[in-house]
């Protein structure tokens, strides 16, 4: 099992571009989520999916949109960067009853927006 | 409102001494408790979890952690300390009075074992 994969790693972007952060898992799990990392702050959630078809605001939606494409995908969009969105970004899965159980995470991927 | 503290940004131990990593946590109802760890540019691995029963709780690595309920705290500790042991580690609460799945997390402990 790969567990939780992101991609890509990496990312440069400069103000006002706009691209979208994969994830993906293959543990059978329901709930999915989005964080982002920043030093100091511990992880914030950008927004999460319970299950396939729904998907949630967490603490710090503003600027990102989600799809939950099925239940193995999970992506996050940012349709006009801002340096403010500079940040480490981890996707994590959780199993069937998703307030018990572990997260799972990804690699994670480092954005730059300059 | 909940909230998670970690009150020490960094914790150094020499190594082969026991460590302690401390966490408290506010919520309004029960808690459900979770220590990770973050290796440098990696994602997080869970260590072990507090749901219910027994107040010592062993998880992975030869990690423990201990709930108390009058402290509101759930400490991580482990008897020996390894370099290996070095990450960050964070401590994550969910309310059991709380609809939703959101985990609220601390800021983060950064362990510095040293040989």
């Known amino acids: 099992n790969a567990g939780v994969t992101q991609t890509p790693k990496f990312q440069v972007l400069k103000t006002g571009q706009s691209m979208t952060l994969q994830c993906a898992q293959d543990m059978n799990h329901n709930s999915m989520y989005w964080y982002r990392q920043d030093p100091g702050m511990g992880l914030r959630l950008i927004y999460y999916s319970a299950s396939e078809g729904t998907t949630d605001k967490g603490e710090v939606p503003n600027g990102y949109n989600v799809s939950r494409l099925n239940k193995r995908e999970f992506s996050l969009r940012l349709e006009s960067a801002a340096p403010s969105q500079t940040s480490v970004y981890f996707c994590?899965?959780?199993?069937?009853?998703?307030?018990?159980?572990?997260?799972?995470f990804g690699p994670g991927t480092r954005l730059t927006v300059l | 409102a909940q909230s998670v503290a970690q009150p020490e940004d960094q914790v150094n131990v020499a190594e082969g001494n026991p460590l302690t990593v401390k966490c408290t946590y506010s919520v309004s109802g029960n808690p459900y408790l979770f220590w990770y760890v973050q290796y440098p540019n990696r994602g997080l691995q869970f260590l072990l979890k507090?749901?219910?029963?027994d107040n010592l709780v062993k998880g992975s690595y030869g990690f423990e952690a201990e709930f108390n309920k009058s402290q509101t705290s759930f400490h991580l500790k482990k008897p020996s300390a390894l370099v290996s042991d070095s990450a960050l580690y964070f401590c994550?609460?969910?309310?059991?009075?709380?609809?939703?799945?959101?985990?609220?997390w601390g800021a983060g402990t950064k362990l510095i074992i040293k040989p």
């Open positions: 994550a609460v969910r309310d059991t009075m709380d609809s939703n799945y959101q985990l609220i």
């Open positions: 994590a899965s959780s199993g069937p009853t998703g307030s018990l159980n572990e997260q799972f």
């Open positions: 507090y749901i219910t029963g």
